[in-house]
């Protein structure tokens, strides 16, 4: 069996309401699988063993360096609601820089209601941190993009083509956590056509995803949308079903970017309590992911 099916074939009966409920006799115990991310975690594993596959050994990660270059977070200070101030990023980015990363794009928010950052504003704090960086003795690249919110004035900034991208003119853009939006498949059209590639932050912190059985997020990877999943999740920062999300889009080799999505010291502790988990280890160790590519 080809590995993409064998991941497939797995998620799905792993998924499945009537294995999830009932006495595994592969296993030998019953699972209930549904919403707990541990109960996934074991039967997955225990299924990767029965279609052959080689045990994996997990050693906790002493820091990120494999991830090596980090494309979303919120370091550009007092223009969203991630650095206040520039000692505040020094600080950041000094951690990271510990954590072992070679490569900093920042991404801050940009909401037409909120964060009106334009590419001006957000191009002329890069360059104040990076002379801060300087001055400060951190060695680590430091570029910006944004963090687009699908809304109305995106579209104008499509057509201008003022967007700020990264890599092969990927762009990030996040959605609401409350609503499926209407124009989602009307702006990501928009940004195709104009060639952009579209990279998804955070999918599994949007609910309206988590239902029919994944099939949202296989229409989106149909669609060339690239997903970029956030480290946080992997501690269930943003809840179980935000975890087990992101741990079944790990499973099914469909996490194209991970971001850490840092905005503030206190959010460190939780990025560095990922290191032992062994979804981390798994994702960074994936063919698939791209952030050593930038
Ligand atoms: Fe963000």
New binding site residues.
């Given amino acids: 069996m080809k590995t993409g099916h064998f991941y497939r074939s797995v998620t799905a009966l792993v998924y499945t309401q009537k294995l999830s409920h009932a006495r595994a006799p592969l296993c030998g115990q019953s699972f209930n699988i549904l919403p707990s991310a541990q109960n996934f975690t074991a039967l997955f594993d225990k299924l990767r063993e029965l279609f052959g596959e080689k045990k994996e050994e997990h050693i906790p990660l002493e820091d990120l360096s494999l991830m090596e270059v980090d494309i ?3 370091l550009i200070p007092g223009i969203d609601d991630g650095s206040k101030n520039m000692d505040d990023t020094i600080y950041l980015l000094r951690q990271l820089e510990s954590l072992g990363f070679r490569k900093i794009i920042t ?1 801050p ?1 940009v909401v037409t209601d909120g964060y009106n950052n334009s590419t001006e504003t957000i191009l002329s704090g890069r360059d104040k941190v990076r002379e801060a960086m300087v001055a400060n003795g951190i060695n680590l690249e430091f570029d910006a993009i944004a ?1 687009y919110y699908l809304d109305e004035t995106l579209s104008e900034k499509i057509e201008k083509r003022d967007l700020l991208t990264f890599g092969k003119n990927y762009v990030l853009v ?1 959605l609401s956590y409350l609503n499926k939006p209407n124009n989602a498949g009307d702006i990501f059209y928009q940004l195709q056509v104009a060639g952009y590639k579209i990279v998804l ?2 999918p599994e912190r949007y609910p309206y995803y988590h239902e029919n059985d994944f099939h949202n997020y296989h229409s989106l990877k149909d669609r060339n949308i690239l997903l970029q999943i956030n480290l946080m999740s992997l501690a269930g920062k943003y809840g179980k079903n935000a975890q087990a999300v992101a741990e079944r889009l790990i499973n099914e080799r469909m996490v194209d970017f991970v ?1 850490t ?1 840092l ?1 503030n010291a206190k959010q460190l502790e939780t990025i560095r309590a990922c290191l032992g988990q062994k979804y981390l280890d798994r994702v960074l160790r994936s063919e698939k992911l791209l952030n050593h590519t930038l």
């Fill in positions: 979303h977070s919120h991404s928010h963090e996040e932050a955070h971001g999505d905005h």
